[in-house]
């Protein structure tokens, strides 16, 4: 009973798969079907048009664009051969040697908009034959308009007819003589311009033509015939067609190369060479299978090529009408081994059809000529075979060569000299000019002599998106400098979110009853190039009572018109620098200062301010400003910075010894300003006594006066 029951299930299942089965055969077979029907028509299409018959070539090429309507600069063929499918070009060309310029130019225009005709050799021509189609369209409607103008005067028209007669004929010497004589019995007349426009038109039409069947018949259209018949099996038209070519033109190099491989493939299949007749002759039918296996090549390019690379890609498509059984390479006359030491031989995998098969395998290669053979059996009884073979010279590494010594050695002798040269030189000129690139006291204003704050910048610059800032530390250690660099690299920000206007404030010297006003100048000044509209500040009306109600309601104003410029939302920077002065301010001002960071346009305020230390203790309950603010400490450089600082900015000019690097370090305990303060004095040494290098003994001779100098500022 089990059996039983189980017996329609396995019939389903039979049933199913036989089904699946003949479906993917019956597509298959839709699929070649569908592949011979665009390729047999084009190349039809392509074949009629050589032979002038202009009709049957549009009607061929259209029933290929009907299966195949995109153009393809590699299309594959249902034989495995690589042909240039560009139906719109072929048919345009049969729409204009028959006369039909209109449809010309609208196919013409389809093959440009595509972006096969793009990778071909046609596209050159193809702009040609726009050109010339508009021409000759533009020539007809003229002729049009002609036409109805000799109409009105009975006198032009037994003339007009002649001349017309003798331009369809391209009878152009008894034209001319027509129109002369037409000139002689109506001098003046404005229509013999027409005239002559006329048959100046006509010869261009005729020259177009001419250059269009030359162009599909020339030396470069025979050759490409010859490849398609060699491709085709059609070994004899193939070799006829490149015997003409080279009488035609004996400086193409190729065609001997394939005239030889014609007579090898002729020979192997018992062909009489003898029977390729040196006179045209038309093809009446197109093969498309043939007995052996076919080879479809994409790299290498050429048969006979060079390369410094320790090896080489052969890689293609080979086909056959039953199917590929292997292909096997062999390589300066011995069988090509894998890894293992097995032979290499390349077989399609069970879900690859064999009769298209595509492979791709690397071949290494020796120093000089290398012999690659390719070789495809194809699984008929007995088997078929086909042998393709490449000569690949295998040049010595650039880097071997004599040329490259050569070149290396002056190379290297001019960049020693040079830079001996250079060095001399920079250190003549700085010893004239007392070079001295160090600075103490001053900011830092480029970046070039910026040492050791990447970590902080960065920190920074991920912050001040949402938060302020409150960066402190002691006298001398860089905070202005700090800001300065801020206010570029904010300039220069590129964020995907904000759009950053950094503002730098100095407090320094700045009383009480001119901190408001004095910090909108400042904010006014450099936004002014910012905005386009006018906007009326408190300021400018009341300078001298400036409150902190004043500053914000400008503030809001400034921010508002701002917004509007720029497409990112955006951020105004405050950079306060020497916030010290805040301590000897009145709690007021102060908690003014809180209310203008919890204002509604706040979102777009931020600000980061500098100095020693604030104070912390407040008489009020309120919360003071800089709760709002998050606190970076700014910190001595870590050795290996201060040893940049150092060394870096007369880097090829003077030089430190390890010791005196060392030695300010000690003394200066990593801070920026000290150390500074030891460069100066040692360069100045040096240079006074003109020696390019500063030793311990520089360091010690300085440091009494340095650190004596640096404690009275400090005091």
């Given at each position: 009973?089990?059996?039983?029951?189980?017996?329609?299930?396995?019939?389903?299942?039979?049933?199913?798969?036989?089904?699946?089965?003949?479906?993917?055969?019956?597509?298959?077979?839709?699929?070649?079907?569908?592949?011979?029907?665009?390729?047999?028509?084009?190349?039809?299409?392509?074949?009629?048009?050589?032979?002038?018959?202009?009709?049957?070539?549009?009607?061929?090429?259209?029933?290929?664009?009907?299966?195949?309507?995109?153009?393809?600069?590699?299309?594959?063929?249902?034989?495995?051969?690589?042909?240039?499918?560009?139906?719109?070009?072929?048919?345009?060309?049969?729409?204009?040697?028959?006369?039909?310029?209109?449809?010309?130019?609208?196919?013409?225009?389809?093959?440009?908009?595509?972006?096969?005709?793009?990778?071909?050799?046609?596209?050159?021509?193809?702009?040609?034959?726009?050109?010339?189609?508009?021409?000759?369209?533009?020539?007809?409607?003229?002729?049009?308009?002609?036409?109805?103008?000799?109409?009105?005067?009975?006198?032009?028209?037994?003339?007009?007819?002649?001349?017309?007669?003798?331009?369809?004929?391209?009878?152009?010497?008894?034209?001319?003589?027509?129109?002369?004589?037409?000139?002689?019995?109506?001098?003046?007349?404005?229509?013999?311009?027409?005239?002559?426009?006329?048959?100046?038109?006509?010869?261009?039409?005729?020259?177009?033509?001419?250059?269009?069947?030359?162009?599909?018949?020339?030396?470069?259209?025979?050759?490409?015939?010859?490849?398609?018949?060699?491709?085709?099996?059609?070994?004899?038209?193939?070799?006829?067609?490149?015997?003409?070519?080279?009488?035609?033109?004996?400086?193409?190099?190729?065609?001997?190369?394939?005239?030889?491989?014609?007579?090898?493939e002729m020979e192997r299949l018992r062909l009489d060479a003898s029977e390729a007749k040196a006179e045209p002759q038309i093809i009446e039918r197109i093969i498309t299978q043939t007995t052996a296996p076919v080879f479809a090549f994409r790299t290498p390019v050429n048969s006979v090529s060079d390369t410094r690379s320790a090896g080489i890609v052969i890689s293609g498509q080979a086909g056959d009408d039953q199917g590929i059984a292997s292909i096997e390479i062999a390589l300066n006359g011995e069988p090509l081994l894998d890894a293992d030491g097995e032979q290499v031989v390349i077989q399609p995998k069970a879900d690859e059809h064999g009769k298209k098969f595509p492979f791709s395998t690397l071949v290494p290669l020796r120093l000089g000529e290398n012999l690659i053979v390719l070789t495809a059996y194809d699984i008929?009884?007995?088997?078929?075979?086909?042998?393709?073979?490449?000569?690949?010279?295998?040049?010595?590494?650039?880097?071997?060569?004599?040329?490259?010594?050569?070149?290396?050695?002056?190379?290297?002798?001019?960049?020693?000299?040079?830079?001996?040269?250079?060095?001399?030189?920079?250190?003549?000129?700085?010893?004239?000019?007392?070079?001295?690139?160090?600075?103490?006291?001053?900011?830092?204003?480029?970046?070039?002599?910026?040492?050791?704050?990447?970590?902080?910048?960065?920190?920074?610059?991920?912050?001040?998106?949402?938060?302020?800032?409150?960066?402190?530390?002691?006298?001398?250690?860089?905070?202005?400098?700090?800001?300065?660099?801020?206010?570029?690299?904010?300039?220069?920000?590129?964020?995907?979110?904000?759009?950053?206007?950094?503002?730098?404030?100095?407090?320094?010297?700045?009383?009480?009853?001119?901190?408001?006003?004095?910090?909108?100048?400042?904010?006014?000044?450099?936004?002014?190039?910012?905005?386009?509209?006018?906007?009326?500040?408190?300021?400018?009306?009341?300078?001298?009572?400036?409150?902190?109600?004043?500053?914000?309601?400008?503030?809001?104003?400034?921010?508002?018109?701002?917004?509007?410029?720029?497409?990112?939302?955006?951020?105004?920077?405050?950079?306060?620098?020497?916030?010290?002065?805040?301590?000897?301010?009145?709690?007021?001002?102060?908690?003014?200062?809180?209310?203008?960071?919890?204002?509604?346009?706040?979102?777009?305020?931020?600000?980061?301010?500098?100095?020693?230390?604030?104070?912390?203790?407040?008489?009020?309950?309120?919360?003071?400003?800089?709760?709002?603010?998050?606190?970076?400490?700014?910190?001595?450089?870590?050795?290996?910075?201060?040893?940049?600082?150092?060394?870096?900015?007369?880097?090829?000019?003077?030089?430190?010894?390890?010791?005196?690097?060392?030695?300010?370090?000690?003394?200066?305990?990593?801070?920026?300003?000290?150390?500074?303060?030891?460069?100066?004095?040692?360069?100045?040494?040096?240079?006074?006594?003109?020696?390019?290098?500063?030793?311990?003994?520089?360091?010690?001779?300085?440091?009494?006066?340095?650190?004596?100098?640096?404690?009275?500022?400090?005091?």
């Amino acid at each position: 009973m089990a059996n039983k029951s189980h017996c329609p299930i396995i019939i389903s299942l039979v049933t199913k798969r036989c089904l699946s089965a003949v479906l993917v055969a019956l597509l298959f077979h839709a699929a070649v079907l569908f592949a011979d029907v665009w390729d047999q028509n084009f190349e039809k299409g392509k074949l009629l048009l050589e032979r002038g018959d202009w009709q049957l070539a549009i009607e061929s090429i259209q029933i290929a664009l009907t299966a195949r309507p995109e153009p393809d600069h590699q299309a594959t063929t249902s034989n495995l051969k690589l042909v240039e499918y560009l139906p719109y070009f072929y048919l345009g060309k049969a729409y204009f040697l028959s006369g039909d310029y209109g449809r010309a130019l609208a196919n013409f225009r389809k093959s440009a908009a595509a972006e096969a005709v793009h990778k071909t050799a046609h596209v050159m021509n193809l702009r040609k034959m726009i050109e010339m189609s508009e021409q000759l369209l533009e020539f007809n409607r003229a002729k049009a308009n002609r036409s109805q103008q000799t109409q009105a005067d009975q006198g032009f028209d037994v003339s007009v007819a002649q001349i017309e007669r003798h331009l369809e004929n391209e009878e152009f010497a008894q034209a001319r003589i027509k129109i002369n004589r037409v000139k002689q019995e109506n001098p003046g007349d404005g229509r013999l311009t027409v005239l002559e426009k006329w048959f100046r038109d006509a010869q261009k039409h005729a020259v177009a033509r001419e250059e269009a069947i030359v162009g599909e018949n020339g030396v470069q259209g025979r050759y490409r015939q010859g490849l398609n018949f060699f491709i085709q099996g059609q070994y004899q038209q193939a070799l006829r067609v490149f015997r003409e070519v080279e009488l035609q033109d004996p400086q193409l190099g190729a065609v001997k190369g394939w005239i030889n491989r014609t007579l090898t493939e002729m020979e192997r299949l018992r062909l009489d060479a003898s029977e390729a007749k040196a006179e045209p002759q038309i093809i009446e039918r197109i093969i498309t299978q043939t007995t052996a296996p076919v080879f479809a090549f994409r790299t290498p390019v050429n048969s006979v090529s060079d390369t410094r690379s320790a090896g080489i890609v052969i890689s293609g498509q080979a086909g056959d009408d039953q199917g590929i059984a292997s292909i096997e390479i062999a390589l300066n006359g011995e069988p090509l081994l894998d890894a293992d030491g097995e032979q290499v031989v390349i077989q399609p995998k069970a879900d690859e059809h064999g009769k298209k098969f595509p492979f791709s395998t690397l071949v290494p290669l020796r120093l000089g000529e290398n012999l690659i053979v390719l070789t495809a059996y194809d699984i008929d009884s007995p088997p078929h075979r086909t042998i393709e073979q490449f000569t690949v010279t295998r040049k010595p590494p650039i880097y071997k060569t004599a040329a490259f010594a050569i070149s290396l050695g002056s190379f290297v002798l001019l960049g020693v000299g040079g830079l001996f040269i250079s060095r001399r030189v920079k250190y003549r000129i700085a010893i004239i000019n007392k070079y001295n690139p160090y600075i103490a006291g001053s900011p830092i204003m480029t970046e070039e002599m910026f040492f050791g704050r990447e970590k902080l910048l960065k920190r920074i610059l991920n912050t001040v998106h949402n938060n302020s800032l409150m960066i402190h530390g002691p006298r001398r250690i860089g905070k202005t400098s700090l800001q300065h660099l801020l206010k570029r690299r904010l300039e220069n920000l590129d964020d995907p979110e904000f759009v950053f206007v950094p503002v730098m404030i100095d407090l320094q010297g700045t009383s009480e009853e001119h901190f408001f006003s004095h910090m909108m100048e400042e904010v006014i000044e450099t936004c002014k190039p910012c905005f386009k509209g006018e906007i009326k500040f408190k300021l400018h009306e009341n300078k001298d009572n400036y409150s902190g109600r004043d500053l914000s309601r400008d503030l809001k104003a400034l921010l508002t018109e701002l917004g509007k410029q720029f497409d990112k939302k955006l951020k105004l920077v405050l950079l306060i620098d020497e916030v010290d002065e805040l301590n000897k301010y009145s709690e007021q001002v102060n908690q003014k200062l809180r209310s203008i960071f919890m204002k509604t346009f706040a979102q777009n305020l931020v600000a980061i301010m500098s100095g020693t230390s604030i104070r912390k203790s407040w008489e009020s309950e309120g919360s003071p400003w800089y709760n709002f603010f998050e606190e970076i400490d700014v910190p001595p450089f870590e050795p290996e910075d201060a040893a940049k600082l150092i060394t870096e900015p007369v880097a090829g000019i003077f030089s430190y010894d390890q010791d005196a690097v060392a030695k300010i370090i000690e003394y200066s305990e990593c801070k920026p300003y000290v150390i500074q303060k030891f460069c100066v004095q040692v360069i100045n040494c040096i240079i006074e006594e003109k020696r390019r290098r500063v030793t311990v003994a520089d360091v010690d001779a300085v440091a009494r006066q340095v650190l004596t100098a640096v404690a009275q500022q400090a005091g």
